[in-house]
């Protein structure tokens, strides 16, 4: 198909032609993301965050857990990561436009990655640059992209490309096996730094020996097991590392009943990543997991089609398919909520590494279809008009993460039922000062879910700010009543009482606060504290 589109005078020149074209292509399609901001969670991770303002913490990075606040400690450990935020505050400062850059230029990278991999597995450059293609232009890629805070899967994916790159030159006939096997097990531990998902490899590995191997069978131990020794002791190393950073191997207390109640929740969610891949429509930053998900006669009909799907692409006994399927299920697993540490339930981003296996698939069907077809010309119309549709949805989403409120607009577009994308559009119109509109999201919040403490307590500083401390009141109380630990109302509602001349519950308030000061308050604890000594003294000279 590609040669059709080059014409025959440049057929020759393909090799070099290809990859140029698909980073043009990944360069074209995310350049209206690089005026974008820091949205989401980028203001944790990137501005607010003092442990990438300086080099002072680099030396513990190894042996340290990731944090956003002082007492945080998250359950990953990604030391490439947190050290690459490092010398982007260096080169950048708080200049999003350099940490775009970066994004786009990695998964530029790793689109080449893609093709230059695909020509190994898919034995043909025009299948390569059409998975390639598929990759580089798929909406669902737009937030691993646009989303700063997301570098992680980027650089894993760059690491495992790169790593699985070198070890299939690693196995063919080269001057330098040896060369390539180091520069492949070199990444694979580059890649662990980065994400734990670049575990999988290992297993990927022993499939493509398994798939791809001729001569394993003949010589088991030394053509399957000494060359995949060097990642055994890579991981172990990161594995030694990581349960000294996390106390433990995961990271946080292994809950049974949540393992299984997240494996279920997979009934749901696989089939919504294949109508994600499909029909990329209504991309949302947060998807949630409907209850009653088994009553819906869409999840069983997509499942139907992935089990007509498997039993067809077994009957075909296809390399490319068996390994493809193995990079599918290898990258999905660790997102299958088996082990529940995941950030959310689903998410676009998740889909990033997986989806190169989906990529390979659908090259080979093509190309297949394409050299077996009477009509070629209809087939590159369609492929063209897919890529043309895929690329118009992926830079009409990357104008969604432009700032905090396009993106949370977005959801709340995308789920009008969403008390999360209503309650975070709502602060990000509050903090660029519209705080009539922001009056006007956290009292939706509040009408579809009357007990969200957050937004009760936001519409009582509204009223506060407004002036108008007895409604302010009424608002923080039933925050209160919602959530009797909500340290952030009972400060607010302890301020209130000052102004409507109230000291005894004034007090209490304080007291109740002081009693749980979460990490990113305590700041406050001295001006509170005198505040508590003088109220003391004011109610002492009442009596």
Same mark, same amino acid.
């Given at each position: 198909m590609v040669e059709f589109f080059l014409m025959p005078y440049v057929r020759r020149n393909t090799t070099v032609l290809m990859p140029v074209c698909l980073a043009v292509i990944a360069l074209l399609i995310n350049i209206n993301g690089l005026k974008n901001g820091f949205v989401w969670d980028d203001r944790e991770v990137i501005t607010n965050n003092a442990g990438i303002k300086n080099f002072d913490n680099v030396s513990t990075l190894l042996t340290s857990a990731d944090r956003l606040f002082l007492d945080e400690k998250l359950p990953y450990y990604r030391p490439l990561v947190r050290l690459s935020y490092v010398i982007d505050y260096q080169l950048f400062g708080l200049d999003p436009f350099g940490y775009h850059c970066e994004n786009v230029l990695i998964h530029s990278i790793n689109v080449l990655l893609v093709y230059y991999v695909g020509l190994h597995l898919l034995l043909s450059p025009s299948a390569a640059?059409?998975?390639?293609?598929?990759?580089?232009? %798929?909406?669902?890629?737009?937030?691993?992209?646009? +989303?700063?805070?997301?570098?992680?899967?980027?650089?894993?994916?760059?690491?495992?490309? /790169?790593?699985?790159?070198?070890?299939?030159?690693?196995?063919?006939?080269? &001057?330098?096996? @040896?060369?390539?096997?180091?520069?492949?097990?070199?990444? +694979?531990?580059? $890649?662990?730094?980065?994400?734990?998902?670049?575990? @999988?490899?290992?297993? @990927?590995?022993?499939? *493509?020996?398994?798939?791809? #191997?001729?001569?394993?069978?003949?010589?088991?131990?030394?053509?399957?097991?000494?060359?995949?020794?060097? *990642?055994?002791?890579? =991981?172990?190393? *990161?594995?030694?590392?990581?349960?000294?950073?996390?106390? $433990?191997?995961?990271?946080?207390?292994?809950?049974?009943? #949540?393992?299984?109640?997240?494996?279920?929740?997979?009934?749901?969610?696989?089939?919504?990543?294949?109508?994600?891949?499909?029909?990329?429509?209504?991309?949302?930053? %947060?998807?949630?997991?409907?209850?009653? *998900?088994?009553? @819906?006669?869409?999840?069983?009909?997509?499942?139907?089609?992935?089990?007509?799907?498997?039993?067809?692409?077994?009957?075909?006994?296809?390399?490319?398919?068996?390994?493809?399927?193995?990079?599918?299920?290898?990258?999905?697993?660790?997102?299958? %909520?088996?082990?529940?540490? /995941?950030? &959310? =339930?689903?998410?676009?981003?998740?889909?990033?590494?997986?989806?190169? #296996?989906?990529?390979?698939?659908?090259?080979d069907h093509f190309s297949q279809w394409y050299a077996a077809s009477s009509r070629r010309k209809s087939l590159v119309a369609m492929g063209l008009a897919l890529a043309v549709v895929f690329a118009g949805i992926s830079i009409a989403r990357n104008r969604d993460w432009r700032d905090n409120i396009a993106l949370y607009s977005s959801m709340v577009k995308a789920d009008p039922d969403s008390t999360l994308a209503h309650y975070d559009l709502g602060n990000a119109y509050k903090d660029s000062g519209n705080l009539a509109q922001a009056f006007q999201e956290w009292n939706e919040v509040v009408s579809l879910a009357p007990g969200h403490f957050l937004a009760l307590g936001q519409i009582g500083t509204y009223w506060l700010v407004q002036g108008r401390p007895q409604d302010a009141a009424v608002y923080y109380e039933r925050a209160l009543k919602a959530n009797p630990d909500f340290s952030e109302a009972h400060y607010n509602l302890a301020i209130t009482r000052e102004q409507l001349h109230e000291p005894g519950p004034a007090l209490k308030h304080y007291l109740l606060f002081l009693n749980n000061v979460p990490p990113e308050h305590r700041g406050l604890v001295p001006g509170v504290t005198r505040k508590v000594a003088s109220l003391k003294n004011v109610m002492n000279r009442e009596e």
């Open positions: 640059f059409i998975a390639a293609l598929l990759f580089a232009l %798929h909406p669902v890629n737009a937030e691993t992209v646009n +989303f700063i805070s997301a570098k992680n899967n980027l650089l894993a994916s760059l690491c495992m490309l /790169s790593s699985l790159l070198f070890y299939i030159k690693s196995r063919a006939q080269t &001057a330098s096996p @040896m060369l390539y096997a180091g520069l492949s097990t070199a990444l +694979f531990f580059l $890649g662990l730094l980065s994400k734990e998902i670049a575990l @999988m490899l290992i297993p @990927m590995l022993v499939g *493509y020996n398994a798939i791809y #191997g001729k001569h394993i069978r003949k010589n088991w131990l030394s053509g399957q097991v000494y060359p995949l020794i060097p *990642y055994a002791v890579a =991981a172990s190393i *990161y594995l030694f590392f990581r349960s000294l950073s996390l106390q $433990g191997l995961i990271g946080i207390d292994f809950d049974v009943s #949540g393992s299984v109640r997240g494996a279920l929740q997979n009934l749901y969610i696989i089939p919504r990543y294949v109508m994600l891949l499909i029909a990329p429509l209504r991309l949302n930053a %947060h998807y949630l997991v409907p209850g009653k *998900y088994w009553l @819906m006669p869409w999840v069983w009909i997509v499942w139907a089609g992935i089990a007509v799907l498997c039993v067809f692409l077994w009957q075909r006994r296809n390399p490319l398919l068996y390994f493809s399927a193995i990079w599918l299920a290898g990258n999905f697993l660790p997102i299958s %909520h088996v082990v529940p540490f /995941s950030s &959310a =339930a689903l998410a676009d981003r998740y889909l990033y590494m997986p989806m190169i #296996g989906v990529c390979f698939i659908s090259a």
